[in-house]
């Protein structure tokens, strides 16, 4: 291989242009001045001075050659198992190595960007990073701005890194397989670190002995410092990891089926919660180790885990609590039968009475799934939260036992909210309820005693911030209940609302009391922030916006009909009419009409969708009434009726379903004479709502 200082010694041919018309230049020049006088001497001593300078000036624009790029040995190898486009510069900006990405990102230059912001800021960041800093500087690629990582490898030589758009990267398991493919090879074991480890954002240390957690630490860099508040010269390198961890990895290490270049997970001793992957690679008697700090990762894991988790739960309650409604609606109508065979004083009345309340009770289980996967039906109304506590005292104390005292606290200048009245009674009896078991499990039984407040206020958006709410937009109404009890751990305050988490003992709570608050408040537009300190009790603060009067007919016009005012139910329930009944579940669907049939009503039945279409096709215009469900197999309600309304005319429509009404209210814009009645129902109350829609389209 020629020498490459050889090269350098070539003649450039624009040189020797230059000094073959300088001789012809004196040539031309001399001649005539040989037989001249001393005028004309002058005059050839002038174009001979023009003519050198001439010449000096092309050697000087010519400049001196650059020195040829010597590659870094590894720099290719460690740069192609980059992910992000990365390069080796020289402090004059010259490239001496990158991978394909940054070839691709910024093109087959040899050099780094002369003009223009981006070259005052990459030469801004070597200037940085030859301080020992590290620097960074903004750089366009594609249009897009993103940040160059200059980084000082050795006396003349930068590690340049462009960083996406979510910050600084890591390194990947790519580059680490390279690094330890190199690291294993058969070479003398290494004394030091290379440049590369040494300037790298991740912490790298050189390890002498035969089992890497036992052997000490010869040399690491200043980010194992930074990462694991450690890594001095002859420190155990096992000593940065945390027990348990450490003899995890241990045994994972000693695995014969265990792939060379897969990280393993170790939490640092210094901050268990701090998670991290270790990368080791042996050469001789001596290791090298990477430690590459995934916290955030995890965390963002962790969290990404626990929504879906939440979401699908959420979809699993809601699917079986409208299971669940259709066949508690056949349960109520075939109890409505019986109980018309069996009047009062008859021997089965008392268990079919049974029978009803054991129903009525699964029906509010329903409608705690319902609320927590925020698809329970809402009947909003203007509340006085003052009396509505009030009024709900009387209910409460006697959900206490004797010993547990209840303090309520009434506020000035109440304000009124917007709500379920219902359902914000069930939010505040199941904190008052939670509240109770926490003082009684903290007081060991019967003998001990404890006070529970209920306080009621009107909070401005600063105030609100300040106890919690920290969206606060305007004033709130807050109801605030708190204990004396034993508090809660930290450990446990973060999953306090997740569904069928319980701290009670098997077989005295569901788990499903905090989380049924938390969807009731999420579904009345508030917010619940919970404040806790362990041995000082604890503090549920509900916040719900402040309804203004001035707004009252904006929002009495986007609540559909079960937010109007409930009409007087009527006393006979007889009548008569054609009606279009669509259920997809035949106990529910044969029931109800068989009823309705009874009170003189002319009932067609249809199992589904595409069956209703096809009916109310064939009694076009002598429909008076549908009545349909929302969710069935193939066509839902909602298609139905935008299909089927060319055949009905002006025919009312009635939907009833598990679900929340807001779920598919979208779905029926623009439609008119249509009404929403929840299940579970009953029959007395199924007849009055079909009497009063016949009445209204009368």
């Given at each position: ?17 230059a ?72 402090p ?30 990459l ?128 045994m ?54 626990q ?30 039968v ?24 699964a ?48 506020g ?16 505040v ?8 078991d ?7 039984g ?69 989380a ?20 000082e ?32 139910a ?79 005319g ?49």
């Open positions: 291989m020629a020498d490459p200082s050889a090269r350098t010694r070539k003649s450039d041919p624009l040189i020797a242009l000094v073959v018309f300088f001789l012809v230049a004196v040539a031309l020049a001399l001649a005539p001045a040989l037989g001249a006088g001393a005028e004309r001497l002058a005059g050839v001593l002038l174009l001979v001075g023009l003519a050198g300078v001439c010449c000096i000036g092309l050697l000087v624009l010519r400049g001196a050659p650059e020195e040829p790029v010597e590659e870094e040995a590894g720099a290719e190898a460690f740069l192609s198992a980059l992910d992000e486009p990365s390069a080796v510069a020289a004059d900006g010259r490239v001496v190595a990158s991978n394909p990405a940054w070839r691709e990102a910024m093109g087959p230059h040899p050099r780094l960007p002369k003009s223009g912001a981006a070259a005052s800021g030469f801004g960041a070597l200037a940085a990073a030859r301080r020992g800093d590290l620097g960074r500087a903004p750089v366009k690629v594609g249009g897009v701005e993103r940040e160059a990582l200059v980084s000082r490898l050795g006396p003349r030589r930068f590690l340049i890194r462009l960083a996406g758009r979510s910050g600084p990267l890591a390194l990947p398991s790519s580059a680490m397989e390279v690094l330890n493919a190199v690291a294993s090879a058969k070479a003398p074991p290494p004394k030091v670190l290379d440049a590369f480890a040494a300037a790298s954002p991740f912490g790298a240390a050189l390890l002498e002995g035969e089992d890497p957690f036992a052997a000490r630490i010869i040399e690491a860099n200043p980010a194992l410092g930074a990462l694991a508040t450690g890594g001095e010269a002859g420190q155990v390198f096992g000593a940065l990891i945390e027990p348990a961890s450490r003899v995890d990895a241990a994972r290490l000693s695995s014969a089926d265990r792939d060379s270049h897969a990280p393993m997970e170790v939490r640092l001793a210094h901050d268990p919660a701090r998670i991290a992957h270790l990368y080791l690679s042996q050469s001789g008697g001596r290791w090298v180790a990477y430690l590459v700090d995934v916290s955030e990762q995890k965390q963002v894991e962790l969290q990404l885990s929504s879906q988790k939440m979401q699908a739960i959420g979809q699993l309650a809601g699917g079986v609590a409208h299971d669940f409604n259709n066949l508690l609606t056949a349960i109520l109508m075939q109890l409505d019986l109980s018309t065979r069996h009047p009062v004083g008859d021997p089965s009345y008392e268990g079919l009475n049974e029978i009803k309340q054991t129903s009525m009770r029906a509010d289980l329903v409608r705690k799934l319902l609320a927590f996967s925020r698809k329970q039906t809402v009947q909003r109304e203007i509340l006085d939260v003052g009396e509505m506590i009030s009024e709900s005292e009387v209910l409460l104390r006697r959900l206490l036992h004797e010993d547990i005292r209840l303090v309520t606290d009434y000035r200048n109440l304000p009124h909210v917007r709500a379920d009245r219902s359902q914000l009674d069930t939010a009896m199941n904190l008052v309820v939670n509240a109770r926490a003082i009684r499990s903290h007081a060991g019967a003998n001990g005693g404890g006070v529970i407040s209920i306080r009621t206020a009107r909070v401005s958006q600063d105030e609100a911030r300040g106890l919690g709410y920290p969206g606060a937009v305007g004033d709130h109404a807050m109801i605030e209940v708190s204990d004396d009890g034993p508090g809660i751990p930290a450990e446990v305050k973060e999953k306090i609302f997740e569904p069928f988490f319980t701290t009670k003992a098997v077989g005295e709570g569901t788990g499903l009391g905090l049924t608050v938390y969807g009731i408040v999420k579904q009345s537009d508030g917010w619940i922030a919970v404040t806790s300190q362990p041995g009790g604890a503090a549920f603060r509900i916040f719900l916006p402040v309804h203004v009067a001035a707004e009252a007919p904006a929002l009495e016009a986007s609540v559909a009909a079960p937010a109007a005012p409930k009409r007087p009527a006393r006979d329930l007889s009548g008569a009419g054609r009606i279009l009944f669509v259920e997809d579940e035949d106990a529910v669907r044969g029931v109800a009409a068989k009823l309705l049939r009874a009170r003189g009503y002319e009932v067609i039945e249809a199992a589904s969708g595409e069956e209703a279409l096809e009916i109310a096709e064939a009694h076009a215009g002598e429909i008076d009434l549908m009545i349909s469900d929302v969710v069935m197999p193939g066509m839902q309600g909602p298609e139905l009726l935008k299909q089927a309304r060319g055949y009905l002006s025919a009312p429509v009635m939907f009833i379903s598990g679900y929340a009404e807001s779920e598919f209210s979208d779905l029926l814009e623009g439609e008119r004479n249509v009404s929403f009645l929840p299940k579970p129902i009953d029959i007395k109350t199924l007849a009055e709502r079909v009497k009063q829609e016949l009445q209204k389209a009368a």
